[in-house]
Structure formats: C-alpha cells, structure tokens
C-alpha cells in the first residue's frame, strides 16, 4: 500500500527556509531572540512532518518543489483553502495558520488554487516572507493529480499553540529586540484527520513551528514555516 504525504499531509519535504530569507528571518528573529544552542538545534532539524503509517493513505514519494518557486498567479478562486483570518494575536494566528496547512480537499481545490489561498496568508513585507518554505508543503503537480484521483481531503483540529521555551527566555531578557520586524515564533500541536475513496482514512498527530509577523495595530501574517519543530 502507498504512504500518503506527512505535513500539511501533502508533505514532508523539509526544503527548510530559502537561503536569503534564512539570513533575514534568522537575523532579525532567531539570531536575536533564541539562545544560540536553541538556533542551532532548530535549524539542523531534519522536518517538521511525521510519517504516517503505511495504510494511512495513497499517495507515492515525490521529489519537492523548486524552492526557488515564484508566488502564484491570481485564479479561479482559492477553492476550500479559507481566507486569512483577521487576527492581531500572534498564538491565535498561528494556531489559524496551521489548521489551514493540516486541511485541504483534492476534489474540488486544484493545486493552483491551494498555492493561491496558501499565499494570502503570508505577509506583504517581502524581506521577511519566505514563501518557499510555505510552497514546499505542496506536492507537485503530478502527485497533486494522483492525490485528486482518490479524491483525498483532510481536516484538522488544534490542540493548543504556544512560544517555545527558548523564545519567551530571549524575549524577557531583552524585549525590545522584536520591534524591528515583529515575528514571533509559535509552535502548534493537532490533530489531522485524512479520507480518501471507498472509505479510507486514519488520524495523525500534526506539530509546526511556525513564524508569525504581528505589527501592533495590523491583523497578523504568516511569515515562514521552520523546517524543524521546537517545543
């Protein structure tokens, strides 16, 4: 029996933060906000997916994107992904931001359509959008398809979201150091339930590190996805 895609359940890939906007986003967040030793162990994770169990659903091994992957063209819609929610709270963004990457429908979103509805949850400051690391979760076109002919969709539920420990340490010891770009970095724990045709299925436990740009008086934005869970 095929494996599905873990994360996102579309994905596993890892493709990590793209190497300009790592030197911004690490800069200007991690660098200064995290301990070194947690900056380091958060930047050699190895993914932030989980494998699935064999029968979980159909779904081949793929070769990632391009991380290099330019944003999408506008669409016919943005299909069953929702709209970015009006939110000014950094835990309560991401918290939204990760049940929509846990959720998706093949059967009537096409890929392009998820990439679309995916990008307008990102943020408008380009310096600080790593849009590679949200386009990778997406598999390519040709698994898209297959994914689509078993009619596969999933959904999700959201546990509880919260700042790593190393995060809130380094923000104590010097809060200014986030009034540059306001990113916070928020982990969020859930659960993700998959369906495909003639019944098939199964539950996983999902968890993603996520960073969130949240200006005072702006609803917030989704600035990158770590490429590896820190609690």
Not at 40 to 68: I, R
Not at 111 to 120: E, K, P, V, Y
């Amino acid at each position: 029996m095929m494996k599905r895609f873990p994360s996102l359940s579309l994905s596993s890939y890892g493709i990590g933060w793209s190497a300009s906007k790592r030197i911004a986003i690490v800069a200007l967040v991690v660098t200064v906000l995290l301990a070194a030793a947690a900056t380091v162990a958060w930047l050699s994770g190895n993914g932030n997916g989980h494998e699935g169990p064999d029968h979980a659903a159909p779904a081949p091994t793929a070769s990632s994107p391009s991380s290099s992957e330019a944003a999408p063209k506008p669409t016919a819609g943005s299909g069953s992904v929702p709209k970015p929610p009006q939110i000014a709270e950094p835990v309560a963004y991401a918290k939204a931001v990760a049940q929509m990457l846990w959720s998706y429908d093949t059967r009537n979103t096409s890929r392009d359509q998820q990439l679309a509805g995916m990008h307008t949850w990102m943020t408008k400051e380009i310096k600080y959008a790593d849009w590679a690391s949200v386009s990778g979760q997406v598999p390519d076109p040709v698994l898209w398809s297959r994914m689509a002919d078993q009619d596969q969709h999933a959904t999700a539920s959201v546990t509880e979201g919260h700042y790593p420990g190393a995060f809130k340490q380094a923000l104590a010891e010097d809060p200014s150091a986030i009034t540059k770009a306001y990113i916070y970095v928020v982990t969020v724990n859930g659960k993700q339930q998959i369906a495909w045709k003639k019944g098939g299925g199964g539950a996983e436990e999902r968890a993603v590190t996520l960073a969130v740009q949240c200006r005072p008086n702006h609803d917030c934005a989704l600035a990158a996805i770590a490429p590896s869970v820190t609690q």
